[in-house]
């Protein structure tokens, strides 16, 4: 199908683009990969009267070391993401996840950012910045401001982004020497997962001294297995033990049913495949 029309602007800065969405008001759409927005489009679920492009703004593309912190550019690509020597030391378990995003033509195109201003359930790149502490850098009319992932994902496709905000950085803290995994279940390749589990440990002299799990597909919003990570401080890295903390994953969590799977099928997904991310991340 052909898309409704609509007006169309691509500034060369993030001050631009604010106050061309300013002027969109309601009716502005923001176009960062254009992963999920330009099918919309073309099935014409979405009308907006203005799309902003971002692909002009050179400041939002990138990696930079800032201290005890990683700062990705929100219109930084997944294809970029994977292959970028900081995130690959500093934050392994973001690198393993954003491997998994689709395919190849995705992830040229796809960006960091717009997945998580996107905010499906289903996506893999909330979990892992939700248990990374990511904080998400807005953009918008009244200047810059901070929010934590933990409250920064609100609902289904639902953020903290205000209208005539934009989202600019990831700012994530270094991870240097923890062991990360991710491991998802889906059908068929490339698809969307039925659940997700992103697993980073720290492991002293084969115990578990600390650990950070979240869990994708497990309700509206991504999830910290908090009770898993609980239990598996000071546990031996064996099957057995892990695999035991792993039967809380399912614990605070609002899965829904749907084609898919039911709910009882995704909580049991949950907990095996928590306990697989573990002993991976474990054992690497």
Not at 54 to 75: C, K, P, S, Y
Request: proline letters at 6%.
């Amino acid at each position: 199908m052909i898309p409704a029309q609509f007006d169309y602007v691509a500034p060369a800065t993030v001050e631009e683009a604010v106050t061309a969405l300013a002027q969109g008001g309601e009716d502005a759409k923001v176009l960062a990969g254009g992963q999920s927005l330009l099918p919309v489009l073309r099935m014409r679920m979405a009308d907006p009267g203005l799309l902003v492009d971002l692909g002009r703004i050179e400041e939002l593309r990138g990696v930079q070391e800032d201290g005890d912190a990683v700062v990705i550019g929100a219109m930084t690509t997944h294809h970029d993401v994977i292959r970028d020597p900081l995130v690959n030391q500093h934050l392994p378990l973001l690198a393993l996840a954003t491997r998994t995003v689709a395919d190849p033509q995705v992830r040229h195109r796809g960006t960091f950012g717009g997945s998580l201003a996107h905010a499906d359930p289903a996506g893999d790149l909330p979990a892992p910045v939700l248990a990374l502490d990511g904080e998400m850098v807005i953009a918008g009319p009244q200047g810059r401001r901070t929010v934590a992932a933990a409250d920064f994902f609100l609902d289904y496709f639902t953020t903290a982004l205000q209208p005539g905000e934009l989202l600019v950085q990831i700012r994530m803290p270094k991870w240097t020497g923890w062991r990360a995994h991710y491991e998802k279940f889906n059908r068929v390749a490339q698809a969307w997962s039925i659940v997700g589990v992103a697993a980073a440990v720290r492991v002293e002299q084969g115990a578990i001294a600390e650990a950070r799990i979240g869990l994708t597909n497990m309700g509206p919003t991504p999830v910290r297995a908090t009770a898993v990570e609980q239990a598996l401080v000071g546990q031996p890295a064996t099957a057995e033990s892990v695999r035991a903390a792993a039967a809380r994953a399912a614990e605070g969590t609002s899965p829904t049913a749907d084609a898919s799977a039911d709910v009882d099928y995704r909580r049991h997904l949950a907990e095996v495949l928590t306990g697989r991310a573990v002993l991976a991340a474990a054992g690497s």
